[in-house]
């Protein structure tokens, strides 16, 4: 950000990449630079709240469970594909092309190492995760997330939202762990809305989105919000 010359800017993640931000702010906080920060996103973070993998990833971690994820993990594609179509709340809303997209990730050199990596770390991540939440919890904050979500369970989001005060939420009916797949223009539609709050919903804009929402929170007020 530095090297382009960008002093603020609005940041979005998404699970993993959701937990990512959260640390990411509690750096910058530590060096006084949190101000840069003006709106963030969190799509579906993980959190300590959400107890989807715990037992998982402590087996993973073992000496056994290595050898798992890097002998035998690489050879159940048929898995994969049926665990990248849990992620969607409703699969007919996969696109043509989108699991073969992930599996072709996975091919790439070092992907299980990596993979193993992130397994092993996984509950010291959590809790930097946790610790990081105070530094953060003025930051104006939009939650989002889907009531189908089998990756990270939306039982968490109010344990999430209490440490985050300055949050807004909003939760997308019958959607799952990936909105910008399954839904991208309400997803767009409600992320711009956040971003570009001095711009007011229109009638057809509040009528487009009542059909997905399940009791949105209505937004904090602080910095415009």
């Known amino acids: 950000m530095d ?12 699970s993993r990449g959701g937990g990512l931000l959260i640390v990411l702010g509690a750096l910058l906080a530590k060096r006084n630079m949190l101000h840069r920060i ?8 993980i959190n300590p709240w959400s107890s989807n993998g715990r037992w998982m990833t ?16 690489p050879k159940m594609h048929l898995a994969l594909g049926r665990y990248v179509k849990a992620l969607y709340g409703d699969p007919k809303r996969i696109s043509a092309g989108s699991i073969e997209g992930y599996k072709a990730g996975f091919d790439m050199p070092g992907s299980f190492e990596h993979l193993l990596r992130i397994v092993r770390s996984w509950h010291d991540d959590l809790a930097l995760i946790e610790g990081s939440l105070p530094a953060i919890a003025d930051l104006p904050i939009l939650l989002l997330w889907g009531s189908r979500d089998t990756a990270v369970f939306p039982s968490s989001i109010h344990q999430l939202e209490r440490a ?15 909105p910008y797949e399954e839904v991208p223009e309400h997803f767009n539609r409600i992320v711009n809305g956040f971003l570009l709050h001095d711009t007011p919903p229109t009638p057809m804009d509040i009528s487009a989105h009542s059909s997905f929402l399940v009791s949105p929170k209505p937004h904090r007020t602080r910095a415009g919000i």
């Open 164 to 178: 985050l005060k300055n949050s807004a939420l909003v939760l997308l009916r019958g959607v799952g762990h990936l």
């Open 38 to 45: 003006r709106r963030m996103v969190l799509v579906s973070p």
């Open 58 to 73: 402590r087996m993973l971690a073992t000496t056994i469970g290595g050898v798992c994820v890097l002998r035998v993990m």
């Open 3 to 14: 090297h382009l010359g960008i002093e603020e800017f609005d940041l979005m993640g998404s």
